[in-house]
């Protein structure tokens, strides 16, 4: 196996050049491994500016935020103020949704693994005071359900706010401080900012876009999506090596570096622990925990998470069997390429593992049933329209909607072909992934209810 140090040197020597290789602006990467850490730096934080990026320099995490949002509410359980079994409106009166049925069973722990089933990707802008989250959580009082409670994983960041306002109550400070006091501060972390205010006092850096399709990236016009979803991943932005911090903590079953106790070690367990099985989805892994995406690397048990927010994409794995965490910090291009060739080599290099590769087309495209997926899929940021041309081709059209049409040209249509018989798969890679989208549930006349792509897309309705 490798030593750090020979990782070290491997950062030195390649990182530049796949940034510059792959369109990325700038990046970080942090190793842990045994308790030692090391990290490394390259590119710029903005092109606007030229500002170097460092090993210092804060990158939005975006969803990762998510797990640091799990642990709150896990410390709530530690002291016997939260039970995850019972509604959440046993501690949430105020959670209120367009299915008064569904608002009255969902459960904390529904909210943990994404199986809630209310509509998640809702962005409603609620100010930048500190009752932003309260406000948000205010708005989704005519979000739709998309299936029964506990039926199924959707990915839903709206239930991460939920949660977030959850945390507010039960501890009665802002969200923010919540996390700065019981998270931040028992960490020692030196490099980490929960909003915009902070971040400046940090080199921050900068989300990149691609104004035009194949368009070099360029500096997003907006920095952070709404302070209302902060507990979702809307804000928070900290180092890589502050992002190890955090992740230690999950490998040294809850207990900081002076040795205090930040997190039962009963509850680190649990948060490890499948909670439901997922969709075959590319970057997914193969199963959710409680706040932890859970992979399968032949045979090895890998918990992370993902992020992305307006042009930064952030990637964390880590490996228990191992003591091995790495984490990936970057602002725009081409970044799964980047994921890929880092991650790759340094959990081979690290731990003799192999990065399991992502789907790709077959080929020999397997026959579909046409009239199962054709129709339109509907959500509050996008309608996905999957159709077929005179050809007989299959395309999917995608037409963003509310903040999303702010942040580029309306996406091309893609072409797909069949991947397996609940599923199609796009021909062309995008970001370096071919996307897969399986179709499931039927809607009474032998049609797909959902297209499935991480969240569950509910047919719209004719």
């Given at each position: 196996?490798?030593?750090?140090?020979?990782?070290?040197?491997?950062?030195?020597?390649?990182?530049?050049?796949?940034?510059?290789?792959?369109?990325?602006?700038?990046?970080?990467?942090?190793?842990?491994?045994?308790?030692?850490?090391?990290?490394?730096?390259?590119?710029?934080?903005s092109?606007?500016?030229g500002?170097?990026?460092?090993?210092?320099?804060v990158f939005?995490?975006?969803?990762?935020?998510?797990?640091?949002?799990?642990?709150?509410?896990?410390?709530?359980?530690?002291?016997?103020?939260?039970?995850?079994g019972q509604?959440?409106?046993?501690?949430?009166?105020?959670?209120?949704i367009?299915?008064?049925?569904?608002?009255a069973?969902?459960?904390?722990?529904?909210l943990?693994c994404?199986?809630?089933?209310?509509?998640?990707d809702?962005?409603n802008?609620?100010?930048?005071?500190?009752d932003?989250?309260?406000k948000?959580?205010?708005?989704?009082?005519?979000t739709?359900?998309?299936?029964?409670?506990?039926?199924?994983?959707s990915?839903?960041?709206?239930g991460?706010?939920?949660?977030?306002?959850?945390?507010?109550?039960?501890?009665?400070?802002?969200?923010?401080?919540a996390?700065?006091?019981?998270?931040?501060?028992?960490l020692?972390l030196?490099h980490?900012?929960?909003?915009p205010?902070?971040?400046?006092?940090?080199?921050?850096?900068?989300?990149?876009?691609?104004?035009?399709?194949d368009?070099?990236p360029?500096?997003?016009?907006?920095w952070?999506m709404?302070?209302?979803?902060?507990?979702?991943?809307?804000?928070?932005?900290?180092s890589?090596?502050d992002?190890?911090?955090f992740?230690?903590?999950?490998?040294?079953?809850?207990?900081?570096?002076?040795?205090?106790?930040?997190l039962?070690?009963?509850?680190?367990?649990?948060?490890?622990?499948?909670?439901?099985?997922?969709?075959?989805?590319?970057?997914m892994?193969?199963?959710?925990?409680?706040?932890?995406?859970?992979?399968?690397?032949?045979?090895?048990?890998?918990?992370?998470h993902?992020?992305?927010?307006?042009?930064?994409?952030?990637?964390l794995?880590?490996?228990?069997?191992?003591?091995l965490?790495v984490?990936l910090?970057?602002?725009?291009?081409?970044?799964?390429?980047v994921?890929?060739?880092?991650?790759?080599h340094?959990?081979?290099?690290?731990?003799?593992?192999?990065?399991?590769?992502?789907?790709?087309?077959?080929?020999?495209?397997?026959?579909v049933?046409?009239?199962?997926?054709?129709?339109?899929?509907?959500?509050?940021?996008?309608d996905?329209?999957?159709?077929?041309d005179?050809?007989?081709?299959?395309?999917?059209?995608?037409?963003?909607?509310?903040?999303?049409t702010?942040?580029?040209?309306?996406?091309?249509?893609v072409?797909?072909?069949?991947?397996?018989?609940?599923?199609?798969?796009?021909?062309k890679?995008?970001?370096?992934?071919?996307?897969?989208?399986?179709?499931?549930?039927?809607?009474?006349?032998g049609?797909?209810l959902?297209l499935?792509s991480?969240?569950a897309?509910?047919?719209?309705?004719?």
């Amino acid at each position: 196996m490798a030593t750090l140090s020979e990782i070290e040197t491997w950062l030195q020597d390649r990182l530049a050049a796949l940034l510059a290789e792959h369109q990325v602006p700038g990046a970080a990467v942090g190793v842990l491994l045994g308790g030692e850490v090391i990290d490394h730096a390259a590119g710029v934080l903005s092109k606007s500016t030229g500002v170097e990026t460092t090993t210092d320099s804060v990158f939005q995490i975006g969803s990762i935020t998510k797990v640091w949002t799990t642990t709150l509410v896990m410390q709530l359980v530690d002291e016997g103020k939260l039970d995850l079994g019972q509604p959440v409106r046993s501690y949430l009166p105020e959670f209120v949704i367009a299915d008064e049925a569904a608002a009255a069973v969902i459960t904390t722990r529904q909210l943990l693994c994404h199986t809630a089933g209310f509509e998640g990707d809702i962005f409603n802008e609620t100010g930048k005071g500190d009752d932003a989250v309260e406000k948000f959580v205010a708005t989704l009082s005519t979000t739709t359900q998309l299936f029964p409670p506990g039926e199924m994983f959707s990915y839903n960041n709206a239930g991460f706010a939920v949660l977030g306002r959850l945390v507010e109550v039960l501890r009665g400070t802002p969200y923010d401080a919540a996390l700065r006091e019981h998270v931040f501060t028992p960490l020692g972390l030196a490099h980490a900012a929960t909003d915009p205010y902070e971040a400046i006092l940090h080199r921050a850096a900068v989300g990149h876009i691609q104004p035009e399709t194949d368009a070099a990236p360029v500096p997003a016009p907006i920095w952070a999506m709404t302070r209302g979803m902060a507990p979702a991943g809307a804000m928070l932005a900290t180092s890589a090596r502050d992002l190890l911090a955090f992740a230690k903590l999950h490998l040294d079953s809850g207990t900081a570096a002076d040795g205090k106790a930040v997190l039962s070690a009963a509850s680190v367990k649990a948060m490890q622990e499948p909670q439901v099985k997922l969709p075959a989805l590319g970057m997914m892994g193969e199963s959710w925990g409680l706040g932890w995406e859970l992979f399968d690397w032949g045979g090895t048990k890998v918990i992370g998470h993902d992020g992305g927010t307006i042009g930064q994409n952030a990637f964390l794995r880590v490996v228990p069997e191992h003591g091995l965490a790495v984490a990936l910090l970057t602002n725009g291009g081409e970044t799964i390429e980047v994921y890929k060739k880092v991650f790759g080599h340094l959990v081979q290099e690290l731990a003799g593992l192999t990065l399991p590769p992502l789907p790709t087309p077959p080929a020999e495209p397997v026959p579909v049933d046409v009239d199962r997926v054709l129709g339109t899929y509907s959500c509050e940021v996008a309608d996905i329209t999957v159709r077929q041309d005179e050809d007989g081709k299959i395309w999917l059209d995608q037409t963003p909607k509310g903040i999303f049409t702010e942040l580029g040209p309306k996406p091309d249509p893609v072409e797909l072909i069949g991947r397996d018989e609940q599923s199609l798969i796009a021909v062309k890679a995008e970001h370096g992934m071919h996307q897969p989208h399986v179709f499931v549930g039927d809607d009474g006349s032998g049609r797909a209810l959902y297209l499935h792509s991480g969240r569950a897309l509910r047919r719209a309705a004719v």
